[in-house]
């Protein structure tokens, strides 16, 4: 006679298998690992040579802020008048391309993350890291990539 697996066994079979593929779906390697403080992204170099694409003007960036650079995948933040920083545009937590800055936050038009533009740490989850910090040299009203 044949052992025939029972509705209960199919059942728990069937729920271990839709867990696991939604959290394959949610979770991710970007997810994993700690936050901390982002670097200060800002670099005062006047007459540095060198210093790569030029990203935009400092009038181009509102105080309280910030711009994205889709081509070049950063986003371009003024916290205070005179203070710039710039941190990846692609959000943490399933790799979008964030879509808006304001209210102080960077957000993530895909599952709406916020980042806060001072040091590009998580304000609102799904995304459990900050953006990561981007280099960029501030020499004289113009801003570029380090």
Known sequence: MTNRPTRRTILIASGATGATALVAACGGSDDSG???DSASTT???PGQDGAGDKLADTADIPVGGGTIFK???VVVTQPEQGQFKAFSAICT???CLVGSVSDGTINCPCHGSKFKITDG???NPPATRPLPAQNIVVDGNSISLA
């Open 34 to 36: 700690g936050g901390g």
């Open 43 to 45: 670099t005062t170099a």
């Open 71 to 73: 081509d070049q995948k």
């Open 93 to 95: 937590h399933q790799q």
């Open 121 to 123: 740490a998580v304000a």
